[in-house]
């Protein structure tokens, strides 16, 4: 019973928590290197879409390190390298200050100026699993699993230096 309790306490709390426009293990994120597994997908008239995204992601302030359908996405807040190994192609872009989708960094540390966008489906210690209303027809659902909070190293490991490629690598450069 003492257990029934505690957990209902618990849940309250963090439901009072996402009414007042906060996702407790979001507001941990500044101060920290985060890393987690991610399932991504999107809905369009509430149906899914039949691609599934899934991979890892570290996040370090504006900066993000994301791997997943066989490309390599680094970030260092500024700009944006997009690595395809396998086609040995790299797109680099400017990085857009307000793209919800494509960057990981600015979702998290940003939530909350876009609560009225995200609805949460379920929240734990270590793992989040939010919808993102993207307009009345569509929208994007974000599974976080296996959230480690780490200190912070530095944002070296976010950029990339393209001349580290072979010369059989096409590299499309957007700045």
Do not use: C
Not at 100 to 112: D, G, R, V
Not at 131 to 146: C, H, I, M, Q
Request: avoid cysteine; hydrophobic fraction near 40%; charge should be negative.
């Amino acid at each position: 019973m003492k257990r029934m309790i505690t957990g209902l306490a618990a849940f309250l709390v963090s439901l009072a928590a996402f009414a007042q426009g906060s996702i407790p293990i979001l507001d941990r994120v500044p101060g920290h290197r985060v890393q987690f597994h991610y399932t991504y997908s999107l809905s369009k008239g509430g149906a899914p879409m039949k691609q599934v995204t899934e991979g890892e992601v570290t996040v370090e302030d504006n900066a993000y390190l994301l791997s997943g359908l066989g490309l390599e996405v680094r970030s260092d807040g500024v700009s944006r390298w997009s690595i395809d190994r396998e086609a040995e192609e790299v797109l680099i872009e400017k990085v857009e200050k307000d793209d919800l989708l494509t960057n990981p960094a600015l979702f998290i540390q940003s939530y909350k100026s876009h609560m009225d966008q995200i609805r949460v489906n379920a929240s734990s210690a270590n793992s989040l699993d939010v919808t993102l209303v993207l307009d009345e027809d569509t929208s994007a659902r974000f599974v976080l699993k296996d959230i480690r909070f780490r200190d912070k190293q530095g944002k070296s490991d976010f950029s990339f230096d393209e001349k580290s490629l072979s010369k059989s690598y096409v590299i499309t450069d957007l700045r």
